[in-house]
């Protein structure tokens, strides 16, 4: 198997606000928050749904990668509900393999409130239900050794079992890829993932907030500086102002693409990582990966949600 990725099982509700919902609601844009089922619910009896699909930072950048003609597979946890039946069906749909047996579980199927406000900026309000609870038994340690890479994200970093699982994931991998996922992530588990970018993954995805608010950086060169000493893969996004990527020897940098009709930045990050990874792992340049990732990335913003049709 090329690639196997492992994240947070999560069933997106797509749904369009006014940023006077996100004020009222005390929700800070472009960020995500943690919420229990009764705040779930009570956000939901407000809105109109626009769009239920199944979703997942890394589990969106596996489909993606799969369009792309890639041998992927995904593990992510999910109860035997309605929502975890629809969950698989739409990885398998999508010719992802899932890693994963599921049965009932105590909580239910994750859920992931999308509110996308006027200006397409996409805000994220996550019940994780089961999917928090996912641990180093539900790792297939057989599928990570048979991949050449695998993919993690940083939302799935937690205290107790989920910690316990990607640190089980990352002890049998081949070469390992994280997505910072988020600033909300970075302030909360900063020290650890500093030491996991130091010295344990070997491709880091993030965008230009993440990465600065991680190594206290002011500046892109800091950046730069920083990613030149790591001597690993640091692929940075910076909306508007394109992409950038930094090993030891080469730094190389792909503008955005212009004049596009955007419509919903959701999946923007995920499904450029999606074209970024097809790229290193056929063999593409760092600077054609980049590319590659811009393309996906523009393709999906034209969109609603984080799942090409």
Request: with cysteine.
């Amino acid at each position: 198997m090329k690639i196997i990725g492992i994240g947070n099982a999560i069933v997106d509700v797509i749904c369009k606000v006014d940023d006077e919902f996100l004020v009222k609601n005390n929700l800070s844009k472009s960020n995500m928050k943690l919420i229990d089922e009764v705040e779930f619910k009570k956000l939901l009896g407000n809105l109109k749904i626009e769009e239920t699909v199944s979703g997942g930072s890394v589990a969106n950048s596996i489909v993606g990668l799969s369009q792309l003609g890639n041998k992927v597979g995904f593990i992510g946890k999910v109860s035997d509900d309605y929502l975890g039946q629809k969950y698989e069906q739409g990885l398998t749909k999508e010719k992802v393999q899932y890693f994963y047996n599921k049965k009932k579980e105590s909580l239910p199927t994750g859920t992931c409130l999308i509110l996308i406000t006027p200006d397409s900026e996409r805000t994220m309000c996550t019940f994780l239900g089961t999917a928090g609870k996912i641990n180093k038994v539900d790792i297939d340690i057989k599928a990570v050794k048979n991949s050449e890479i695998t993919f993690l994200e940083g939302y799935l970093w937690d205290e107790g079992e989920p910690k316990e699982a990607f640190a089980e994931a990352i002890n049998h991998s081949n070469k390992k890829a994280m997505s910072l996922s988020d600033k909300f992530c970075v302030d909360r588990h900063k020290k650890s993932f500093l030491e996991l970018v130091r010295n344990k993954i070997d491709i880091i995805f993030a965008n230009e907030q993440e990465i600065l608010e991680l190594i206290d950086a002011k500046s892109l060169d800091e950046v730069i500086s920083f990613g030149r000493e790591l001597n690993k893969t640091l692929i940075v996004t910076r909306s508007d102002k394109g992409s950038i990527v930094i090993t030891k020897n080469e730094v190389a940098e792909c503008e955005s693409q212009k004049n596009l009709k955007i419509i919903d930045l959701t999946g923007a990050g995920d499904l450029f990582a999606a074209g970024f990874l097809h790229g290193n792992i056929n063999k593409m340049s760092i600077k054609e990966s980049l590319q590659k990732g811009t393309e996906m990335a523009s393709k999906i913003i034209q969109n609603i949600g984080a799942r090409l049709k």
